[in-house]
């Protein structure tokens, strides 16, 4: 019988059994230094510490997905909060200690103007212990509050107390000294383009904030002013109906306005908690506003709904998140939709071209709503994408180690390698790799595709479409630039199935972007077979056929139907060093004749027939015509 330390099976199950309880990473590696302790041998303590090296990387990505789920569980919550309640306090409190939870500071607090005062105050406060801080006031441009009022952009530090780039002043440092604060970031409550406060998160010791934590704070900081705009309209509400006490029909009309964007809003936030999709909320928003609403990309593509002009789009949306309201354009209505200072797309409303004040601000809302399920979306598919990212990248590391193993990996992640599949290879300067990257991500967002980092480029696998691969190619460099703000030059392999077809298939992809750029044509998309005689040289398949084809066939097919020379005139032409003379010895014909065919041969194949590059082109094609008995 096998001695128990001999097997790595007792080990292997305490590993998972750690995950499962949600054990600490320390655990991990506790279970590798117990089989050293009892004498495991090396290939069972090199398995046992593959398993735990591999357990840790799952237990990351769940802590990573508990931190993303409590993040948007505390989203919801507040846009909960914000339809069951109607007390503003208690909304901004609410926020202020979400921010403090989620961001894990010592304190939070909101500021709001005073506009007789010509100041800012502490409107709501968390954590915090000192009363001179809870009664500090700014002036705008004070501070690192006063610095977010003035240009409405988000602003961190890591430390305010040796911080130059904010307005220090006597009164505010000393507050800000006996609350014992260090690292602050704060953001704008932006409505309707006019900052109308400022929300805070704060350590009392340094702390750099990063781009996530900020655009989450900023997601709150919206939260809370639909909270201040709705209690303004319904303290409008008030003072209308005190006023116009003798025109009862119209305070009637604007309650059950205000009534309805309530209720609409009650309806998206239930849509949020129930999980539905971006389609469920745009198709809400359309029975809500009685139009018809899309959803775009941030390139102007539908996601959701009828497509649009990308172009006109692109414009409107400009001048949405210029105002941070939704703008008219032409009869149609356009809002962005932003998380934070972040664009995530756009919604566009048609068929009511009359919209009033509620239901603007219902547009509105319904933008804020699908920012946060495209939030959603989007780190879920960046997380599938890192697990997919891994599968090419073994594939193209070792595609024959185990094709089947490889195969059925792909399968259960989604992706069927024995279909086939287009192999884009992307590359842009170094120091902008890390851009090219994630425009990778955004641009496969909504598809099947996968991509990843892979030596000197990065690599993107594409269910075939039947799009050829020189189009493809073009296209997604076209994009990717756009996307990553930098040139892109794209190589396409031919379409391949199968772990071994679709690493020669990246290998010519390779090739084809690298002959690109030695071409000078950085920025660029192409494949083997766009490349002409290059495309013969660096395709795996030689296709001889196909290119002499593309070269002379149309010459062959005028020769073909009218019974001509013109293949027989242009080899003949190309023999003799372009001399007329020579050539009508050659083929016995009067030089006009030879004329008139090279003018035949220019209709046919274009007035450029005759330059270094097409020429030798048409001269390879000729000799390898030649060579195949043509």
């Known amino acids: 019988m096998n001695d128990p330390h001999d097997s790595a099976a007792p080990a292997l199950r ?53 931190r993303r789920e409590a993040e948007l569980t505390a989203l919801f919550d507040t846009a909960g909060d914000l339809a069951a309640s109607r007390d503003l306090d208690a909304v901004l409190q609410a926020i202020v200690r979400r921010a403090r939870m989620l961001l894990g500071t010592d304190t939070a607090y ?8 010509g100041d800012t105050y502490m409107r709501v406060t968390d954590g915090s212990v000192s009363q001179l801080f809870q009664t500090l006031r700014l002036s705008l441009g004070d501070g690192l509050g006063g610095l977010v009022a003035q240009t409405a952009r988000p602003y961190a530090t890591p430390d305010y107390r040796t911080d130059e780039r904010f307005h220090h002043t006597g009164t505010i440092d000393a507050g800000v000294l006996d609350e014992g604060l260090v690292a602050i970031i704060g953001v704008p409550l932006l409505l309707g383009g006019r900052v109308i406060g400022v ?32 209690a303004k309209a319904l303290a ?8 116009l006490a003798g025109a009862n029909h119209v305070i009637q009309a604007h309650s059950a306005a205000v009534q309805r964007a309530e209720q609409a809003h009650d309806r998206l936030t239930d849509l949020v908690l129930r ?32 497509p ?8 409107a949306l400009t001048a949405s998140r210029a105002e941070g309201r ?6 149609d209505w356009v809002c962005a939709v932003l998380a934070g200072q972040d664009p995530l797309g756009s919604l566009v409303l048609r068929g009511r071209p009359d919209l009033d004040d509620p239901d603007r601000r219902i547009f509105e809302r319904a933008s804020i709503v699908t920012a946060l399920l495209l939030l959603l979306r989007r780190s879920v598919a960046e997380t599938e994408n890192r697990v997919r990212g891994e599968l090419l990248t073994d594939l193209l590391t070792s595609p024959g180690r185990d094709p089947a193993g490889l195969a059925a990996r792909g399968r259960r992640l989604g992706v069927d390698l024995n279909r086939p599949h287009l192999v884009l290879v992307a590359r842009t300067d170094p120091a902008d790799r890390s851009r090219l990257a994630g425009a990778a991500t955004r641009y496969l967002f909504g598809t099947r595709g996968i991509s990843a980092e892979h030596g000197e480029a990065v690599v993107l696998l594409l269910p075939d479409d039947g799009t050829p691969g020189g189009q493809a190619a073009a296209d997604a460099a076209e994009r990717l630039a756009r996307l990553a703000g930098c040139p892109v030059t794209v190589g396409a392999g031919r379409p391949a199935s199968g772990p071994a077809a679709l690493a020669a298939a990246h290998a010519e992809g390779l090739r084809c972007v690298r002959a690109l750029q030695v071409l000078g044509r950085d920025g660029d998309g192409a494949s083997a077979a766009g490349l002409g005689f290059l495309g013969v ?23 073909t139907r009218r019974g001509t020379e013109l293949v027989r005139t242009l080899r003949a032409y190309f023999d003799c060093g372009g001399s007329l003379t020579r050539a009508k010895d050659e083929l016995h014909v009067h030089v006009n004749t030879v004329v008139q065919r090279l003018d035949r041969i220019e209709v046919l194949l274009g007035r450029d027939w005759s330059s270094p590059e097409r020429s030798l082109e048409l001269r390879l094609a000729l000799r390898l015509q030649l060579l195949a008995g043509g």
């Not at 040289?537 to 020769?559: I, K, Q, S």
């Open 14 to 66: 305490r590993l998972i059994d750690l995950l499962a309880s949600g054990a600490a990473s320390e655990d991990f590696t506790e279970v590798l230094a117990d089989a050293r302790r009892q004498g495991a041998p090396a290939q069972v303590l090199a398995e046992i510490d593959a398993a735990a090296w591999q357990a840790l990387r799952v237990h990351r990505t769940m802590r990573q997905h508990r």
């Open 110 to 117: 909101l500021t709001l103007p005073d506009e007789q005062a």
């Open 199 to 230: 929300l805070f998160a704060a350590d009392r010791s340094p702390r750099a904030f990063s781009p996530d934590e900020v655009a989450l704070l900023c997601t709150l900081a919206a939260h809370a002013a639909i909270a201040l705009d709705t």
């Open 236 to 243: 409008d509400t008030r003072t209308a109906l005190a006023e």
């Open 275 to 306: 999980g539905a999709e971006v389609a469920d909320v745009a198709d809400e928003v359309a029975a809500l506003l009685d139009g018809e609403v899309s959803v775009h990309d941030t390139d102007g593509h539908p996601l959701s709904g009828r």
């Open 308 to 315: 649009g002009d990308p172009a006109r789009l692109a414009a």
């Open 326 to 331: 939704a703008v008219r354009h032409g009869d």
């Open 537 to 559: 040289l660096l395709g795996d398949g030689h296709d001889v056929e196909g290119f002499v084809t593309a070269a002379l066939g149309p010459l062959v097919t005028y020769d």
